[in-house]
T-cell receptor, first 111, second 114 residues
Framework: DAKTTQPTSMDCAEGRAANLPCNHS???????VYWYRQIHSQGPQYIIH???NNETNEMASLIITEDRKSSTLILPHATLRDTAVYYC????????????FGDGTTLTVKP | DTAVSQTPKYLVTQMGNDKSIKCEQN?????MYWYKQDSKKFLKIMFS???????INETVPNRFSPKSPDKAHLNLHINSLELGDSAVYFC?????????????FGPGTRLLVL
């Protein structure tokens, strides 16, 4: 699986969009980009995933660059409850489904 | 209607003891996982089972032995507990290791070895 790099921490004002970047320059053609988040003391929670096209669901939007070397997770209207560690991982869906979680980005949403 | 549940939530024990952590999922998934999250918050996969068959076994001491009595359960037994085993252990499940990677995590078991 490709290694991903994310900023260690970010702040966002409540009500504003939170844009979390992720670099995955060594991603291969069959690897998906997955995003999870972990709110303090809870288990990680799936947010969204994509391969080539941009994706949107009720939680967030995922923008993947055309060369697929980076992506951005967008929380359109961040709330205090979105404060969490956000993990970006690249996953090969044709293998045994092993996910390697990096250090993630600690997002702090401030009032 | 908890999707992935773990018991116990907290476990405090002495060095050298043997303990088990249980995990159950009611999502009908075929694949289950155990992760360890240490004090530095790094989340590392330990084991994965698909339809009761071990498919991932990372570099984990032999003191850790997963057991899957059926595809809805994946228990983790730890022998001769050591101080370094103190961590939060998360169980997770996914629909199928090939088709669907999206994992659903349990609430975690906080293990403290004294």
């Amino acid at each position: 699986d490709a290694k991903t790099t994310q900023p260690t921490s970010m702040d966002c004002a409540e009500g504003r969009a939170a844009n979390l970047p992720c670099n995955h320059s060594t991603i291969s053609g069959n690897e998906y980009v997955y995003w999870y988040r972990q709110i303090h003391s809870q288990g990680p929670q799936y947010i969204i995933h994509g391969l080539k096209n941009n994706e949107t669901n009720e939680m967030a939007s995922l923008i993947i660059t055309e060369d697929r070397k980076s992506s951005t997770l967008i929380l359109p209207h961040a709330t205090l409850r979105d404060t969490a560690v956000y993990y970006c991982i690249a996953v090969n869906n044709t293998n045994a489904g092993k996910s390697t979680f990096g250090d993630g980005t600690t997002l702090t949403v401030k009032p | 209607d908890t999707a992935v549940s773990q018991t116990p939530k907290y476990l405090v024990t002495q060095m050298g003891n043997d303990k088990s952590i249980k995990c159950e999922q009611n999502l009908g998934h075929d694949t289950m996982y155990w992760y360890k999250q240490d004090s530095k918050k790094f989340l590392k996969i330990m084991f994965s089972y698909n339809n009761k068959e071990l498919i991932i076994n990372e570099t984990v001491p032999n003191r850790f032995s997963p057991k899957s009595p059926d595809k809805a359960h994946l228990n983790l037994h730890i022998n001769s507990l050591e101080l370094g085993d103190s961590a939060v252990y998360f169980c997770a499940s996914s629909q199928d290791r090939v088709q669907k990677e999206t994992q659903y995590f349990g609430p975690g078991t906080r293990l403290l070895v004294l």
